[in-house]
């Protein structure tokens, strides 16, 4: 499963720079250039940090539907 276009979507949506939402999560800028361009997926733990940070489901912020 690709989720790195779900990534970006929920992050400009929030109107945050990937140098921001990294501050945010503790995490690198460069993670979260990764995460977005599906070169690596990120783990369950960061999938966590970012749903709790815009308080949406994992389901959602990976474009999951059921």
Same mark, same amino acid.
């Given at each position: 499963?690709?989720?790195?276009?779900?990534?970006?979507?929920?992050?400009?949506?929030?109107?945050?720079?990937?140098?921001?939402?990294?501050?945010?999560i503790k995490t690198s800028q460069q993670n979260?250039?990764?995460?977005? $361009? %599906?070169?690596?997926?990120? !783990? &369950?733990?960061?999938? *966590?940090?970012? $749903? %709790?940070?815009?308080?949406? !489901? &994992?389901?959602?912020? *990976?474009?999951?539907?059921?």
């Amino acid at each position: 499963m690709k989720i790195g276009n779900e990534l970006k979507f929920h992050r400009e949506h929030a109107s945050l720079s990937q140098a921001e939402l990294a501050k945010q999560i503790k995490t690198s800028q460069q993670n979260i250039s990764r995460w977005e $361009a %599906d070169e690596v997926e990120p !783990s &369950i733990y960061v999938c *966590i940090a970012l $749903a %709790d940070y815009y308080k949406i !489901s &994992i389901d959602e912020l *990976i474009g999951r539907k059921i």
